[in-house]
């Protein structure tokens, strides 16, 4: 299936009263929606016509055994250089639901981006009841500067990057910012009609609230999964996440806000603490001004606990029990010393880092991880990535200074295909506690799991859901607390995991894991396509 995904290019813009070039794909921001059907094949060439890197990520795509379609620059590919092309191949395969795509490249998915809607294959209903239509809602944030100077800055300096100047609903922030009024996005309905709305958050580095005024919202899919109906006033999605629900206009006819703004919930940090809006309007309305939406408080936990206490999975017992690999990750935040002056601004005279058991990631530079692997190129990365934490503390607590400062490395677990993994997720104090949305490449997983404060295996374990858990692609790591995942490592290749809050990532808070093939060609990754990108 050829798709409508063509050139990256840089095109003019105008947002909060100021009119800038963006990069974009064929010049449209969002970028345009793909769509297909569970079994189809895509086939999408890439020319990169703007004058930065650039790769594209299809988020939440299994890409079984076609690892060199995923995208993340210098882990699967190395990034298509201005004036180069690359076409991306890959098969949908048992996977339906909202997903979507990306730029995997600095922090380019800021403007590049756009929704992955894969229908059931011909024939095959929706298990909950048709909607009359189904409209793609994507969340993002705006910066008033270059994104990529923002990075740069960011870099230099080692200090936090500067916040958004607004959030966005289909690429516009709503009319309560300025010069946004007559733009704000307008999703018509009739009365007593039922739409989907197929939620995406695609911001660069915030959790975010979204809720229709008046309206319940029907919790029917999560990451493209499944999942047993729930009726709730607001939903969170952390960056990376897809929801859908179904909407009924079931309201006096009129005009209501819908509305998201951020979930914040480290401590003392920063945030872009406006609101971004569109407009529900049925037709025939009278009511001109808009019925205002009622939004959480920005760190109100106990409603998104609340909410993702309710998400199961549809489906029933295909969790296994059988662990080949127990592995235990801690998530944060930390803090590297440095001499005072320009490139040490951020706390107390240090600079930013981040980590997963201590080990802040290093993307290389000469090749990418899995072409090193696949052509047995040494020097690039080690298999050593620890297992446990390299010294046990309590994570959630007061934590010594002399564990702020992390190491840094290109360090991969490598893992036997088939085996049955689970993964503890830990948040940590260091800095500050944080709701971390993890996102693991290549898999969908089950969360067994989640709590608040020090993972007890004791404690813990026996209250694990292993009946019906959601399936996700990304998981919030409760802020102060822990969530369990499992996968089996059925899809051998190089695949990253990391937090998908983008600055976290820069600062190294990832890691990756490298399947090894399996018995035969079914089992084993494909062959480089000819025209792979050269670093």
């Not at 660069?204 to 229709?212: A, G, I, K, W, Y």
Request: proline share 8%; charged share 15%.
């Amino acid at each position: 299936m050829q798709l409508p995904i063509n050139q990256v290019e840089a095109a003019p813009v105008k947002r909060l009263c100021k009119t800038r070039n963006i990069i974009t794909v064929n010049g449209q921001f969002p970028g345009p929606t793909l769509e297909a059907r569970d079994g189809d094949s895509f086939v999408i060439n890439v020319i990169n016509a703007a004058r930065y890197n650039v790769t594209l990520h299809w988020h939440g795509i299994r890409q079984m055994r076609t690892p060199w379609a995923d995208g993340p620059e210098y882990v699967t590919q190395c990034p298509i250089q201005p004036g180069a092309s690359y076409t991306y191949r890959f098969k949908i395969e048992n996977q339906e639901g909202t997903l979507w795509w990306h730029a995997h490249s600095k922090w380019l998915r800021a403007t590049v981006y756009g929704a992955l809607v894969i229908y059931p294959k011909l024939g095959v209903p929706y298990p909950f009841p048709m909607p009359e239509r189904e409209i793609p809602i994507l969340l993002g944030e705006w910066w008033d500067r270059d994104i990529i100077s923002v990075l740069r800055q960011s870099k230099f300096t080692g200090a936090a990057p500067n916040v958004s100047d607004a959030y966005t609903i289909n690429g516009q922030p709503g009319d309560l910012y300025r010069c946004s009024k007559k733009e704000t996005t307008k999703i018509n309905v009739k009365s007593g009609e039922t739409v989907l709305l197929r939620i995406i958050n695609a911001a660069l580095d915030q959790e975010l609230f979204f809720t229709v005024a008046n309206h319940m919202l029907t919790v029917v899919g999560n990451d493209a999964a499944y999942n047993k109906p729930f009726q709730t006033m607001v939903i969170m999605l952390g960056p990376g996440q897809t929801t859908n629900v179904l909407l009924t206009a079931n309201q006096p006819t009129g005009r209501y806000y819908i509305a998201a703004r951020t979930y914040a919930t480290a401590q003392n940090a920063p945030f872009d603490n406006t609101t971004t809006t569109a407009i529900l309007e049925y037709d025939n309305f009278l009511a001109k001004r808009p019925l205002m939406a009622t939004l959480p408080r920005f760190n109100d936990t106990p409603t998104v606990t609340a909410y993702t206490s309710q998400v199961r999975s549809l489906s029933s017992g295909k969790v296994f029990t059988r662990i080949d690999e127990n592995l235990f990750f801690t998530v944060g935040l930390g803090l590297v010393n440095c001499q005072p002056g320009p490139r040490c601004q951020g706390p107390n005279n240090t600079r930013f880092a981040a980590s997963m058991n201590n080990v802040s990631f290093v993307f290389p530079r000469r090749t990418s991880l899995l072409q090193a692997y696949y052509q047995n190129i040494g020097g690039v990365y080690t298999t050593d990535f620890p297992r446990v934490p390299p010294v046990a503390f309590d994570y959630t607590g007061n934590v010594s200074r002399g564990l702020w400062q992390p190491r840094f490395g290109t360090k991969l677990y490598k893992l036997r295909f088939g085996s049955n993994v689970q993964i503890v997720l830990q948040d940590t104090a260091i800095v500050s506690t944080e709701d971390h949305p993890m996102h693991l490449h290549g898999y969908h997983f089950f969360v067994v799991g989640q709590g608040f404060g020090n993972f007890n295996p004791r404690r813990d374990t026996a209250r694990f859901n292993l009946v019906d858990p959601p399936l996700r692609n990304t998981i919030n790591v409760p802020v102060g607390g822990w969530a369990v995942i499992r996968f089996v490592a059925d899809n051998p290749g190089v695949w990253l995991m990391h937090c998908h809050i983008d600055s976290h990532l820069t600062w190294g808070l990832g890691m990756a894991f490298l399947v090894e093939n399996g018995i035969g060609e079914l089992q084993s990754v494909e062959a480089p396509p000819p025209d792979l990108p050269p670093c």
